[in-house]
């Protein structure tokens, strides 16, 4: 098994995790009811997915 032979410096770690970081997710509004959506998912508010009903809303 593999063992560091030198302390990795707390700067050189950093310098490799700057990439690590969130991104935000993209929104968009659905184009049946408003809504802010979350792209390439159904809009949970009516139900439709790019025009068309793809889930059915319960009756309330």
């Given at each position: 098994?593999?063992?560091?032979k030198?302390k ?26 408003g809504?802010p ?24």
């Amino acid at each position: 098994m593999a063992h560091p032979k030198h302390k990795v410096s707390s700067t050189r770690r950093d310098k490799r995790r700057t990439h690590y970081k969130a991104t935000t997710p993209t929104v968009a509004t659905c184009s049946n009811c408003g809504s802010p959506v979350l792209y390439h998912r159904v809009c949970p508010e009516c139900g439709f997915y790019r025009g068309k009903l793809a889930i059915e809303q319960k009756a309330e």
